[in-house]
Structure formats: structure tokens, C-alpha cells
């Protein structure tokens, strides 16, 4: 029988495990398990050829106990309510889990951005922020980029609030270019936050990250990023392969990270690089002995009919969703050690959070600053799941549920909602 790959049920079946292992009562289960408030709506778009196309925009408020939601916004062609619904029940407990004081949200249109021009791009994002301005704020609901959309999108956005309300509001959007109060350090947040964690389970596992192989499905920021902070982060490491939505390729002596970065900018895809010793799949490349492998693309691409040839010793999820819970199971039986994805990409949060707070008092960081605080909120958060994972004798992905979802429950009680 198939798995069930409808993301939002995979999410409530996830909080399901972690909920009953927590003793969660019924009241508190109901709840958590359902977004708190949820937005479908139409944009209609003057194209450049004079017609009228109308898109479909989400805004899902997911939970907002231990704070004002928080989470990316989306344009892709695939893009529904059940993926929306999901991502921001993934960033409520990626808020809850590294504990920043946010609860989590999430936003998408369905289109293919590939299709439109910067025009069109920017009369969709002005049109997205027209229909659910009343419902956004920093203290109620700041929106950052994700899958195709850019800090010149969260720019259009925010231009478009303040002329809404009338005032300056920096911090209701995050993920913003810096001359328009964007934070120092939010570029490579997502993937420098997944390198802290490999390399403190590099210490407990006893890898010398130096010397270790690693993988990479999925070529984009998150996964460039990660091909040369591995190196910079962990002292050095050997880049093996590399995919992206055209392919992979393969080589036993290792590829130059920033070089092969360069090609894929100028180019469009690692598939054409010369050095490659030889393509490869996307399904390949996840199946490779590797030390650390990075699951950087989109979910469900590690499943129970592929779990069992998994062969990394760590798989750093900066995907979300990239593992499903039947998976799970399989990975952790084989000893595989999974840092989950609502920990494994946090930084990019945890750097947005940053941002909210510099753009609410007019106050902006040093580069170091930022990425001290960022080594500090990853590494205690690892540290914690590590220690659930072990007390419990649970896998990391559902020791990080039992972390997440406790302080959000008892965030819940405290408020009186159960």
C-alpha cells in the first residue's frame, strides 16, 4: 500500500506520535493539531498583455501561543492549502524547538514565477499583500521569502503595507534586501544553522568533519550555501555529488564548492559542469555512502521504498519535509542519525527572528553578532533534542516534536486556551 504523501497529514501524524508520547489531553491535541485561523483568496494580476490572470494566495496562521506567527511565503505552480497548512505547523514547532518567542505561519500563490516578469511578479506580490495586509504585523504576522520568491518580492511587499497603513513598518516583513533594514547574515542563515548541528553530531557520533564525505540534493540557496560552509564551518570535507531539478552528478575525488557554485549561477545546471566524473539521479545521489548527506530540495523524497538504501551516517534535512514518517522508522533502525528538518534549517528563522527584532527598535547588528547568536540558539537546540532523543529512546525527529510541542502546550495552558 502506498504511503499517504499529503504533507499536512504527514505533519498532524508526526504531532500524533509526539502528543501521545507527551500525554497531551484530548482538549490540547484538538487544538494543535489544526491551524488557529487560515486565509484562501484571489489576486487578480494585470498582465503585460493586457490580461486579466487571476492566482490563487494562502496565508495559514498556524499558532501563535508563544508569540506572533511567523514563516515564508511560497510561489509555486504545485502550491495548495494542505502544503501551506503543513509548512506552518513545521514552523511552529521550528520557532518552538530553537525558542524563539514566535509562533508560526505560512504563505503561498499558486504560479510558476519561471513564467512571469519582473513586473508581473511585482504587481502579484502588491496584490497578495493587498488581500491579507489586515491580518499581517510584527506583532501579529510577519511573512518572510521562500521557494522562488526573493528579497525583492519581500521589498514590493513591504512597500505596499506601509502604504496601506500609513506608517513605516520595517519589521513586518523579514528576508528583506539590507538597505531596506534587512539583517546581516540572513543569506546563508538556513544552511550555516544546519552546519552548527552537523558539527555537534559530528562530536557525539565521533566523525572527524575534516575528513567526512557529503551529498547534496537540491542546488539552491540552501544547498550552495551548505556546499561551502561545510568546508569553511568543519574545516574541510569532500564534496562527492550535487543535483538539482535537472539531475546530478558524481565525483570520487570531490568538487571545489565555490567553483562548482560559480557554474551552477552562470550556467543554470550542475548536470553540464566538465570536472563531473560521471550524472547521476536525484534518487542516486540519496543513495550514496556518504558521511553527511544534505536533503536541500522539497518533500517526500526519502519514503519507505527508498528508506532501506539510505547509507549516510548523518542526513542534515535542509528541505522540509524531505523524510516521511514511515521512513523514519527505517532510518532510525539502520542507525542512521537524522537531524530533522525543523531543526536542521531553524537558521533561517532564527535570522528572521533576528531581523524582526532589529527592524521593531531601528537598531541593526554586526555580522559577527548575528552569527554568534545563530551558533548559540543552534547548538542549544540540538543539544536539547539530543538529549530528548536519548532520554526518551525515540528518533530525532520525534525528540524534536517532544520538544517543540511541550512549549507550545504549555505556552497553550499558561494563556488559559486549555
Same mark, same amino acid.
Request: aromatic share 8%; proline share 5%; charged share 25%.
Given at each position: 500500500?502506498? &504511503?499517504?504523501?499529503?504533507?499536512?497529514?504527514?505533519?498532524?501524524?508526526?504531532?500524533? &506520535?509526539?502528543? $501521545?508520547?507527551?500525554?497531551?489531553?484530548?482538549?490540547?491535541?484538538?487544538?494543535?493539531?489544526?491551524?488557529?485561523?487560515?486565509?484562501?483568496?484571489?489576486?487578480?494580476?494585470?498582465?503585460?498583455?493586457? $490580461?486579466?490572470?487571476?492566482?490563487?494566495?494562502?496565508?495559514?496562521?498556524?499558532?501563535?501561543?508563544?508569540?506572533?506567527?511567523?514563516?515564508?511565503?511560497?510561489?509555486?505552480?504545485? &502550491?495548495?492549502?494542505?502544503?501551506?497548512?503543513?509548512?506552518?505547523?513545521?514552523?511552529?514547532?521550528?520557532?518552538?524547538?530553537?525558542?524563539?518567542?514566535?509562533?508560526?505561519?505560512?504563505?503561498?500563490?499558486?504560479?510558476?514565477?519561471?513564467?512571469?516578469?519582473?513586473?508581473?511578479? +511585482?504587481?502579484?506580490?502588491?496584490?497578495?499583500?493587498?488581500?491579507?495586509?489586515?491580518?499581517?504585523?510584527? /506583532?501579529?504576522?510577519?511573512?518572510?521569502?521562500?521557494? @522562488?520568491?526573493?528579497?525583492?518580492?519581500?521589498?514590493?511587499?513591504?512597500?505596499? @503595507?506601509? !502604504?496601506?497603513?500609513?506608517?513605516?513598518?520595517?519589521?513586518?516583513?523579514?528576508?528583506?534586501?539590507? +538597505?531596506?533594514? %534587512?539583517?546581516?547574515?540572513?543569506?546563508?542563515?538556513?544552511?550555516?544553522?544546519?552546519?552548527?548541528?552537523?558539527?555537534?553530531?559530528?562530536?557525539?557520533?565521533?566523525?572527524?568533519?575534516?575528513?567526512?564525505? *557529503?551529498?547534496?540534493?537540491?542546488?539552491?540557496?540552501?544547498?550552495?550555501?551548505?556546499?561551502?560552509?561545510?568546508?569553511?564551518?568543519?574545516?574541510?570535507?569532500?564534496?562527492?555529488?550535487?543535483?538539482?531539478?535537472?539531475?546530478?552528478?558524481?565525483? #570520487?575525488?570531490?568538487?571545489?564548492?565555490?567553483?562548482?557554485?560559480?557554474?551552477?549561477? +552562470?550556467?543554470?545546471?550542475?548536470?553540464?559542469?566538465?570536472? #563531473?566524473?560521471?550524472?547521476?539521479?536525484?534518487?542516486?545521489?540519496?543513495?550514496?555512502?556518504?558521511?553527511?548527506? @544534505?536533503?536541500?530540495?522539497?518533500?517526500?523524497?526519502?519514503?519507505?521504498?527508498?528508506?532501506?538504501?539510505? $547509507?549516510?551516517?548523518?542526513?542534515?534535512?535542509?528541505?522540509?519535509?524531505?523524510?516521511?514518517?514511515?521512513?523514519?522508522?527505517?532510518?532510525?533502525?539502520?542507525?542512521?542519525?537524522?537531524?530533522?528538518?525543523?531543526?536542521?534549517?531553524?537558521? %533561517?528563522?532564527?535570522?528572521?527572528?533576528? +531581523?524582526?527584532?532589529?527592524?521593531?527598535?531601528? *537598531? @541593526?547588528?554586526?555580522?559577527?553578532?548575528?552569527?554568534?547568536?545563530?551558533? &548559540? $540558539?543552534?547548538?542549544?537546540?540540538?543539544?536539547?533534542?539530543?538529549?530528548? /532523543?536519548?532520554?526518551?529512546?525515540?528518533?530525532?525527529?520525534? !525528540?524534536?516534536?517532544?520538544?517543540?510541542?511541550?512549549?507550545?502546550?504549555?505556552?497553550?495552558?499558561?494563556?488559559?486556551?486549555?
Amino acid at each position: 500500500m502506498a &504511503e499517504e504523501l499529503n504533507p499536512f497529514k504527514i505533519a498532524q501524524a508526526q504531532f500524533d &506520535e509526539a502528543a $501521545k508520547k507527551l500525554g497531551l489531553e484530548a482538549p490540547m491535541c484538538e487544538l494543535l493539531r489544526w491551524p488557529r485561523r487560515e486565509y484562501k483568496f484571489t489576486i487578480p494580476v494585470k498582465m503585460d498583455n493586457g $490580461k486579466t490572470k487571476v492566482f490563487h494566495g494562502y496565508r495559514v496562521q498556524y499558532n501563535d501561543a508563544r508569540g506572533p506567527n511567523k514563516g515564508g511565503i511560497r510561489w509555486h505552480p504545485d &502550491e495548495t492549502i494542505d502544503t501551506v497548512r503543513a509548512l506552518a505547523a513545521w514552523m511552529t514547532w521550528k520557532c518552538s524547538v530553537v525558542d524563539i518567542p514566535l509562533g508560526g505561519g505560512k504563505g503561498g500563490v499558486t504560479c510558476n514565477p519561471k513564467e512571469l516578469s519582473e513586473g508581473e511578479k +511585482e504587481r502579484l506580490a502588491r496584490g497578495w499583500m493587498r488581500v491579507i495586509a489586515r491580518e499581517l504585523g510584527e /506583532h501579529r504576522d510577519c511573512p518572510a521569502p521562500d521557494v @522562488y520568491t526573493t528579497p525583492q518580492i519581500m521589498a514590493w511587499m513591504m512597500d505596499e @503595507y506601509e !502604504a496601506i497603513v500609513g506608517r513605516s513598518h520595517p519589521a513586518v516583513i523579514t528576508g528583506k534586501p539590507l +538597505e531596506l533594514g %534587512g539583517s546581516q547574515g540572513r543569506g546563508d542563515a538556513t544552511a550555516r544553522g544546519g552546519i552548527f548541528t552537523v558539527r555537534e553530531a559530528c562530536k557525539i557520533l565521533k566523525i572527524d568533519p575534516a575528513k567526512a564525505t *557529503y551529498a547534496i540534493q537540491g542546488f539552491g540557496n540552501a544547498g550552495q550555501f551548505a556546499a561551502t560552509l561545510h568546508k569553511e564551518i568543519l574545516g574541510g570535507g569532500k564534496l562527492v555529488a550535487v543535483s538539482d531539478s535537472s539531475g546530478g552528478i558524481y565525483s #570520487a575525488a570531490g568538487f571545489d564548492p565555490h567553483d562548482l557554485v560559480k557554474w551552477k549561477l +552562470e550556467k543554470g545546471s550542475v548536470t553540464t559542469y566538465p570536472k #563531473a566524473e560521471k550524472k547521476i539521479s536525484n534518487e542516486e545521489l540519496l543513495e550514496l555512502p556518504v558521511d553527511v548527506l @544534505y536533503p536541500s530540495a522539497l518533500e517526500n523524497v526519502i519514503t519507505k521504498e527508498n528508506a532501506a538504501k539510505i $547509507k549516510c551516517k548523518v542526513s542534515c534535512e535542509l528541505a522540509n519535509g524531505p523524510t516521511t514518517p514511515d521512513a523514519d522508522v527505517i532510518l532510525h533502525k539502520a542507525g542512521i542519525h537524522v537531524i530533522p528538518d525543523f531543526l536542521a534549517n531553524a537558521g %533561517g528563522v532564527t535570522v528572521s527572528y533576528f +531581523e524582526q527584532v532589529q527592524g521593531t527598535y531601528n *537598531y @541593526y547588528w554586526k555580522l559577527p553578532d548575528v552569527q554568534k547568536q545563530l551558533d &548559540e $540558539k543552534m547548538t542549544s537546540a540540538y543539544h536539547a533534542v539530543y538529549d530528548m /532523543h536519548k532520554k526518551q529512546n525515540v528518533h530525532m525527529r520525534l !525528540a524534536a516534536y517532544m520538544v517543540a510541542v511541550k512549549r507550545v502546550a504549555d505556552a497553550v495552558r499558561l494563556r488559559g486556551w486549555v
